[in-house]
Structures are given as C-alpha cells and as structure tokens.
C-alpha cells in the first residue's frame, strides 16, 4: 500500500481503492484492540485504529477526508459489533476517534513537512506534542465525559483512554509518516532490508526474554532498541519498536508476562506506562542519529564536490601546505609541469618555480599567510621535468581555522604558455613586418585630413628623392608628380574622399634628374563615430620594376601570338576546366569558330572528334592530360569535324601547361592536317596486305583473315571452309609465252575468280601460281561444290596471247574450319595435303582432307617421318646456331644473338631446317622442339653462356605457346637458369601474338616481369596492327624480310619501313631488320634511323659451340 500515493490527485478509482484498503487495516485493527481489551471493563488498553487513521488522512487530499472517515468509522462499529453485539454504546466513542484522527491530521499538516514529515528530531517533538500529547488529552476528556455517569469515575476513564491513545499513535503514527511505497525494492535497500529483518528477529528476541527472564526487563529492551536505533535508519527503527510494542502489549494480554498492578481500571491502564517509556528513548535517538546520518551525508557530498571540481578541473589546482609543500594536485597540474603525482608531492613549489619570479610569489604568498590580502593571482614560470619553462596565472586562496590560523594554500594554475608564446610570436611578426616593409623597399604614410599634415618613413623620403626630415605637406607630394598623372590623381583621390572609395593609386614621379619612377599607393581611412575621415594611413610601393617586367612580357607574347598566328599547325590552348583560352588561325579554319567566340566555351563544344569519319566519338586528348590518365597518340584514324561539316583527318599531340611548382594549370593541344599522307598510308597499307600484280590480298592478310575466321568458328560454334587452289600448267605457259603472259594470265584469272565466288568468301594469292580460298559459314560438300565450280571454269577457260591459244588448269584440296578444327597450322597443312593429293591424282581434281587417306601417306614419305623428329631430338642432332645482332653503323657492337638451328644428321645429310620444320609442324612435335632448344640454351650451356656475357634471342613457335604445360615448364626453366632475365630475348610471331591476345600475351608479360624482353617478328604486312600491338609492352619490332630485301631500289618499301620506324621509336620500340646482305640496304638502314640489324653486312651465322669456345667476351 503506498500512503503517499495521495499526494497528488489522483483518478477516482485509485483513490477509493486506497480508502478501502486504509478501511480495511482500521478494522483488522479494531478487532484485535477490542481483543485485548477483554481484561479491562470498558477500554482497550491499546488503541491503533485512529494512528492508521490520522497518517491516512494526513496523506490524503482533504476532499477525501469524509469519505475515509465514514468508511473508517463503519469499520470501528463493525468491529464492535461483532464482538460485543449490536449497541448503541460504540457509536459516541467511535465519533470521538473519527474527531480526534482528523484534528491530530490537520495539525500534522499544519507543523510537518508532507514529503519527510520526521526530518529531525524538532520535527518528531511536535509530532510527539500534537498527536501523542494534545489530542490523545482532549478526546480523553470528551471520552471521559460522555462515560463518566456510567463508570462513576471521570479520572479513571480519562486516563485510561489517553494512554491507549497515545501509545497507539506513538507506536505507529511514525511508521505510517515515513512509509513510501516500494521503499524495499528499490536495488540499493536490498541490504537495509536484510539488516532490518536479523536486527527485528534479535531485538524481538530480546524483549521477549527480557520480559520472560531478566530482572528489570523494561530496562534490557530500552537499550536493545536504543542499539537498534543507532543500528538502522528510521523507518526500520519505527518499525522495529512498534512490533516490540505488540509483542509486549500480547505477552501482557496473554498473562505470559505478569505485572504486580491492582486490578482497578486507573491503575490497569497504567500497567502499559512501560511501553511507553520503551518508545520514548529509542525514538529519539533514531532521530539524532538521522540527524548524524544527513550531515554526515551532506560532509561527504560536499567533499566529493570538491574532490571532483579538482580533479577533473581543466586547470591545474593543489593544495599547498604553509611551509610550500604539495599536499595534493590534480592531473591537469602534473600534466602542466611534465611531473608524476607521486614525484610533484615530494616537493615544494618554490624547487619549481622559475628564479626570477620566485621573490615576487613569495612576498605575495607572506601578506596572504598574514591576512593583509585575501589572495592574490600572478603570471609566473614554472620549470617542468624536462626543463622546458612554462608560463602560468596563479590563484592562491587560504583556508583558516576557527583561530584564522592558515590550514592550507588553494592554488590554481592556469596554462598560459600559448598566450605568452603567440604575444612573443606577436611581436615577432610587427617585427618582421617592419623589416619586410623595410627591405621590400615599402614606404609608410599617414595624413591627418583635419591638420592637413603628412607623415613619412624614412623609405617615403627614399622614394621621392627628398631630404630626410624635410617638413611634408600636400605641396611636396604633388610637386613631383608626372604632369600627366596630376589632374588623374587629384580626382582619384578627391572621389576616394568623398565617397569612401577605396584608395588605390597609380602613378608616375619625375624626377629632378629626370629618371620616371612607377608608384602605387594604397590607404586605409579611419573614420569617427560619425563616419566622418579623420585619417588615412596607407603604404607606397616602387612598381618601376614590375612595370618594366609586365611591359617586357607584353612584348614577348605579342611575339609568341604572331608565331602562332604563322605556324601551320593548329593550336588550342585550355584552362584546368577544359575551357578555351586561346586558338590560333589554323585552328579557327579548321574548326570553323573564331577565337573571340570560342574563348571561355568547353573545349568538347568546339572540337569534335571520332575514331573515323562516321565513327564513334573520342575523348577529347586534354581530358587525359589534364587528368593524368594514359593516352596513346598513335590513332592513325582521328577525325576533326569543322563546324559547317567538313572533316579533317589529323595528327594531334597534347601537352600540360605547368607553374613552376609543377601544378597543372591547363593544357595545349596541337593538330595538323595529315589527310595527304593517312592517303598514302592507307595506299601503302593496300600495297602491303594485296599482290601487286592482281590485287588480291597476300598471303599475310589472308592468314590474318584466316585467323578471324578461326575465331569465329571458336566463339560463335560457325564452319567455314579453306581451299588451296593450284594452277596446272603454269610453267609451261610462263616459259613458253615469257613473264608478261604468265602476269596477264593471273590477272585474268583473278578477276574471274572475285566474279565467280560468293561477296563473303575471300580469293587471295599466296604466291606464285598458288591460290588459297576462304568460304565463310560454308559446309564441306558446299564448299567443295564452290571450289568444283571455279576449278572447272578454270579448266575450260581460253587465254590467248600473241595469237595462241593456251589451255590451263587447276587442283585444289578443301578442308572445314570449325571448333574442333581451330589451329591455324593444322588448317593449312591440312588443305595443302589436300591439295597435293588432287595435284598428284590426274590434274583438274578437287579433293577434301582426309586423316586416312593413301594420298597423303604418299606424301609424307616425301617428309621426315615421326619417328625422325622424334629420333633428332632425342639423339641432339640439331645444331644450335647464333646470328649476330648489332646497330647498323656499329656491326662489332653486339646486342644479343639470334638463335636457329639446321640438322646435324650423319646418314641424312640432305634434311633441311624447313623440311624438319615443315615435319615437325605436320605431327605437332613444335613445342617438343621448342622445349629441347631451350633446355640446351637455359640448362646444358647456361653456365658457358653466362661466363661469356651473352644476351640470346630464341624464337618460340606458336604451338609450343599455345601448350599449358610448356609456358609453365619455361617459366620454371627462367626462374631457376643461371642466366639473368635481362640476357634473354623471346621471338614471337606477330600474326600470334594478335591471334592470341590474352592466352599468350598475358604469359609473355610475366616474362616480361622476370626481366626478359620481347621480340615481335614478321611485321609489316598491315599498318594497322600497330593499334592492336598497343596494348603489348614491346622491347623491339622486327621487319618482315620481303619488305628489307629491296629497300635500296623499291622507293615504295622505303617510305614504308619509314612510316613503321618513326612510329614505333614514338612509342619507346626499338626497331630490328635483316636480312641485310648488301651494302646498300645497310646503308639505307642507317640512313632511315633502325636501331638494330642481322645478316652477313652485321656477321655471319656461327655454331653456339664456336662462340663459347672463342677468347672473346660478349659486347653489349
């Protein structure tokens, strides 16, 4: 039940359920009071019902005050008349308690606090007086009164009905007060409620064997409840006593503790004076010792205040003793002076205070000890553990006792070294502010407009040539002002005036010796509360320098804009935000926008550019300068598209414009028109992917086109066909008619044969009078029934020359493309086979490849056998063979060595390196040989290769790189060589490298990352292959032989070898040809500007063993 819950208002329905409850106890009560009364003739010696009642009402609003008094006093009637029967007789007596528990609340309303009515032992006095004294007396009397004619004894009645009073409302009327609902639940109470039940068990304990035992019992439960009182807070005091007081009042009832009393009714009721007594003593001194306990608490709150204020106080604070030494300091005063806690409390201010302050800290500190100042503050220094000087406010305060004699010093201690250190730094800065002004050669000034009168520094009069200390007025400053600048400077100056501009001028000083100096001042006014000038004060500075500089730079861009308004270049400059800044002529042509309109426009605004004339548009090349992101400048397909829809093809380059710093402020883009020679490039990339003589693609782009379809067939699961055609009877007519009808006759033939096949399928010549055929998304029969076609056109085709007629032939052989038939060398040895076969089976015959057929085992007795490869590399009859390779003008220098081989076989001395080749391709032994070369190279004769010092160049095939298991073998062999990386030079292919991109690419970049470099050889059929080579780290670009063999008589092959050398030193390629056999062609060579050249005019082609065994070392 909680009897403050009436504190404030309340809904209805709680409130009626506490006065039910209040009710409740009133009669539970009343029953067992009347109980007790059973020994007395008309009175209850103990009556509690009207303390619960007056604590109820005390905490309830008083507008409920009737109703808890009517349902209390049904509950006092009902108790009486179930144990006495139905009378009138309770009904005055049961008024008087109603009266008596409202007046004993409305005065403990009147003198008590509601929220903790028993705060002190003054407050439990007037509790004591009202309730247990006052009003227990006047309704004695009432009572008396209305039961004297009765009893016969006023005295007796009076008596007995305060003393049951009053010890009620003394036994319970504190505990009522004090309660609070959830008093024992709260966490922090677990204990108290432990304590109270062992000390309640103890204490009634006591009283019962006191009374039972014990002499003088009243005395041994005084003091075991005054020990509990002293034990416990007062809540549990009250408790404790109120229970002992029904213990006492029971055993006294219940005759199991007798008192030697006389059995009249005034001397019964004094028979309960004892528990009165027993209440009084502990009461109070459950008081006092509250009373203790809350200054006790208010002590401790107040020295935890001040312990936290120090501890955690920003600044550093100590309590210092009067001799000076540290009693105790905070963190922040440790961390202030660099000093542990327990080192700084071994000494004395004065070991740490700076001696140039010390004096001054002490006289302060002794008018402070003496009382003629209450405190003082100082700035002071204070030496720190590391012997840094700090700088600090001090503020000291005394604490007396109650004899004014100091217990203590308080000092606060303030960091401010900062402050000090940013006034010196301060004053410093004036300092140099000075100086600078000083040595920047600036002069200051100040004019007070009222007085008219002008101060100068000494530079002022520096500047204008006058005496030091010459008297200034408006007259001298204006004196020497340039005639021209007079009338400008007067107006400038009487607007900044008049209208609180500011003041900034320029002007020119002539002076005496004529010399012209440039000024510029520059003020600030100072102005009343009024607004109105009282001063200026500003600064003057020589810009003769400056001009002369700015004018010399004038002059030198005017120079650069007319070279570039005459160059034949275009030029476009940007700023960071790619916005025009600057087009020349050229670029205005060739953009169609003039300057004045493009400036401040975005660059991608005015310049358009597409890989192509129709194709996709590109990114502007400033974006990836002024982004630092990587750009190739070799795309030999841009396209400038002109405002009004021309289009150009051009040639760009970009560079960063930078300060000096090397921050990037802009960009410059640079173009020119290259339309005439991307003409020519395109002719010579005609020239070197057709034949010359019939314009069909060569054997280069057929292969390349070959590969294409290969992939097709790979990617999206197509079949294609590939045919070799050969011609019948060639011979006979080239030799009987001569070369010129030989020439006529391929060209005839050809273009019947563009006429004859499909617009997808592809006729090229691979030399000679040797054909090849590509039929794209071709079954087998299909293509064999083209092929059978343009085979029997052939056959019955009439060419007459000079009159005569000549009839000729043809044989082909047709093999599929497909998935499951994608390597490109198997391909093309396959219809090779195949076309053998039908050349060899009666002319004019088209045959299809087969694996098994008698045809083709005809021609492989024609080859070396498996076993022979096989037997060769087993039984090391290859010779390894080394080429040097060297710079042009310098043939001895010696860069590396090209590595081949040829047969070293006693009983078949005839067997060719290309027929080995040739046999080894046929049965798919190439990375065999690839592996044996170079274990003999990286394993057997690594060590004499190392000792000689030399670099080795070694061709890789494309089926031994297309082998898993032979890249990882290599890269191990690399790894673990004697040789170092950076020795070793690996030759690719072109045509496999781009076939292969990924796959072999990616491999030839690890060894890349070991040190090796690369090699690619056989370029130059198409020009184009240099975009698809840009995503490849090269080291060198090796020339296709056919296109060095004549470059000192074919002009064409010149230009070309020209195009491919500048363009490949442009990306950082180091360029390689040979061949060279003669003089001429190495002359050319060097003249052209190629790094690196092979052949019999740079050194003849020797034996390994030869070169390792020589006295020479390796030139590198």
């Not at 040595?439 to 006058?466: C, F, N, P």
Request: charged content about 20%; hydrophobic content about 45%; some cysteine.
């Amino acid at each position: 039940m909680d009897l403050s819950a009436a504190e404030k208002p309340a809904p209805d329905n709680k409130t009626l359920l506490h006065i039910t409850i209040i009710s409740i106890v009133v009669f539970l009560l009343a029953l067992f009071c009347i109980r007790l009364s059973e020994q007395s003739e008309n009175l209850a010696p103990l009556w509690f019902p009207t303390a619960v009642l007056m604590v109820a009402l005390f905490h309830h609003p008083m507008r409920y005050w009737s109703w808890q008094l009517l349902s209390a006093g049904i509950c006092i009637v009902a108790a009486n008349y179930i144990l006495y029967g139905i009378s009138w007789f309770p009904l005055p007596l049961t008024l008087i308690n109603l009266t008596e528990a409202a007046a004993g609340a409305w005065l403990l309303r009147k003198f008590l606090q509601p929220k903790d009515p028993l705060n002190n032992l003054f407050s439990w006095l007037k509790f004591s007086i009202c309730t247990v004294v006052i009003v227990p007396l006047i309704s004695g009397l009432a009572a008396a009164w209305y039961l004297a004619p009765q009893n016969g004894s006023f005295t007796q009645v009076l008596t007995v009905w305060f003393m049951s009073e009053a010890i009620g409302m003394l036994a319970l009327g504190p505990v009522g007060l004090l309660y609070r609902r959830g008093y024992f639940n709260i966490t922090n109470k677990t204990k108290a409620l432990f304590d109270m039940t062992w000390m309640m068990i103890v204490s009634l304990s006591a009283c019962y064997l006191g009374l039972m035992y014990l002499p003088f019992p009243f005395t041994f439960i005084i003091m075991a409840l005054i020990w509990t009182s002293i034990r416990l807070p007062r809540f549990e005091t009250f408790t404790i006593c109120f229970l002992a007081t029904l213990l006492i009042a029971m055993m006294i009832n219940f005759n199991l503790f007798t008192l030697q009393v006389d059995t009249k009714l005034s001397v019964q009721a004094f028979s309960f004076i004892p528990l009165l007594m027993v209440l009084i003593p502990p009461h109070a001194m459950a008081m006092v010792m509250h009373a203790f306990r809350m200054e006790k608490e208010h002590i401790v709150e107040s020295e935890n205040r001040f312990r936290n204020a120090m501890e955690y106080s920003a600044i550093g604070m100590a309590l210092v003793s009067p001799e000076g030494k540290w009693m105790q300091v905070n963190q922040a005063l440790c961390k202030l002076l660099g000093y542990r806690q327990e080192t700084l409390l071994t000494l004395t201010f004065q070991q740490i205070t700076h001696p140039e302050d010390l004096s001054a800290d002490l006289k302060l500190l002794d008018d402070l000890y003496h009382g003629h100042i209450p405190s003082y503050s100082m700035e002071k220094r204070y030496i720190r553990s590391d012997g840094e000087v700090v700088w600090a406010l001090l503020v000291v305060s005394v604490v007396r006792d109650h004899e004014q004699q100091p217990l203590y010093y308080i000092s606060q201690v303030e960091d401010i070294n900062d402050l000090k250190k940013s006034e010196i730094v301060n004053r410093r800065l004036m300092e140099r502010i000075t100086l600078a002004n000083e040595a920047g050669g600036i002069g200051i000034w100040e004019l007070d407009i009222r007085k008219q009168l002008i101060s100068w520094d000494k530079r002022m009069y520096e500047l204008y040539h006058v005496p030091l200390n010459t008297p200034v007025d408006e007259r001298v400053w204006q004196q020497y002002i340039h005639p021209e600048d007079i009338n400008r400077v007067k107006r400038e100056y009487s607007a900044a005036l008049t209208q609180r501009q500011p003041y900034r001028l320029e002007f020119r000083l002539l002076l005496p010796n004529g010399d012209i100096v440039h000024l510029r001042n520059q003020a600030n006014m100072i102005c009343d509360k009024n607004g109105n000038i009282l001063r200026l004060i500003g600064t003057t500075l020589d810009m003769t320098e400056i001009r002369n500089l700015t004018e010399a730079l004038h002059e030198e861009k005017e120079r650069l804009h007319i070279t570039l308004d005459s160059i034949g270049e275009a030029v476009v400059c940007t700023d960071q935000e790619m916005k025009i800044t600057f087009m020349n002529p050229v670029a205005e042509k060739m953009t169609g926008w003039a300057n004045t309109i493009a400036l401040g426009q975005p660059i991608q605004h005015i310049i358009k550019l597409t890989d192509g004339i129709d194709g996709p548009e590109i990114d502007n090349p400033i974006e990836h300068c002024l982004t630092q992101r990587p750009y190739s400048s070799l795309n030999e397909s841009m396209v400038l598209h002109h405002r009004d829809g021309q289009h150009y093809d051009i040639q760009e380059s970009v560079a960063p414009l930078k300060t000096l710093e090397g921050t990037i402020v802009g960009a410059v883009l640079v173009f020119q028109d290259v339309g005439e020679s991307r003409a020519m490039m395109r002719k010579l990339s005609h020239s070197a992917s057709h034949d010359n003589l019939t314009g069909l693609p060569n054997r280069a782009n057929f292969e390349n086109k070959l590969k294409a379809a290969i992939q097709k067939s790979i990617d999206f699961d197509q079949q294609h066909a590939l045919a070799f055609l050969d011609l019948d009877y060639f011979k006979a007519v080239n030799d009987t008619a001569g070369h010129p009808a030989g020439d006529a006759l391929l060209k005839e033939l050809s273009q019947l044969m563009r006429q004859h096949l499909r617009n997808s399928d592809c006729v090229a010549r691979l030399g000679g009078d040797e054909f090849g055929l590509l039929m794209l998304n071709c079954t087998l029969p299909h293509a064999k029934a083209i092929t059978q076609s343009l085979v029997s056109m052939i056959n019955g085709y009439h060419f007459y020359w000079e009159d005569k007629l000549y009839r000729i032939g043809a044989s082909a052989g047709v093999t599929q493309i497909s998935s499951s038939n994608s390597q490109r060398s198997e391909i093309m040895a396959q219809a090779d086979i195949a076309c053998y076969t039908a050349k060899h089976s009666g002319r004019g015959q088209v045959y299809l490849y087969q694996p098994r057929q008698k045809q083709l085992l005809a021609r492989q007795h024609e080859l070396l056998s498996r076993e022979d490869v096989e037997s060769i590399l087993s039984e090391n009859q290859l010779l390894l063979q080394v080429t040097p390779t060297a710079p042009p003008k310098t043939p001895l220098s010696v860069c590396f060595y090209q590595v081949s081989f040829e047969i070293d076989r006693p009983q078949s001395p005839l067997v060719s390196q290309s027929a080995f080749e040739e046999a080894a391709t046929l049965y798919n032994l190439l990375p065999k040989v690839d592996s044996w070369i170079c274990e003999q190279l990286l394993v057997e004769h690594a060590q004499a290769i190392h000792q000689k010092g030399l670099a080795l160049a070694i061709p890789l095939s494309e089926l031994a790189l297309l082998k898993e298991d032979f890249r990882q073998s290599l890269l191990t062999l690399v790894q673990q060589t004697l040789l170092p990386p950076q020795s070793l030079y690996w030759m690719i292919d072109e045509s496999t490298l781009l076939q292969y991109p990924f796959a072999i690419g990616n491999f030839l970049a690890k060894l890349q990352q070991l040190g090796c470099k690369l090699i690619v050889k056989e370029f130059g059929h198409n020009l184009n292959d240099f975009e698809l080579l840009a995503e490849h780290r090269i080291d060198y670009l090796k020339f296709n032989s056919e296109l060095i063999a004549h470059i000192h008589i074919n002009q064409m092959d010149e230009v070309l070898i020209s195009i491919i050398n500048g363009t490949a030193q442009r990306a950082n390629i180091a360029t390689l040809a040979g061949p060279v056999e003669l003089a001429p062609t190495l002359s050319k060579l060097i003249d052209i500007g190629v790094d690196l050249a092979d052949g019999t005019m740079i050194g003849r082609t020797e034996p390994l063993s030869e070169v390792l065994n020589n006295g020479y070392f390796a030139i590198k």
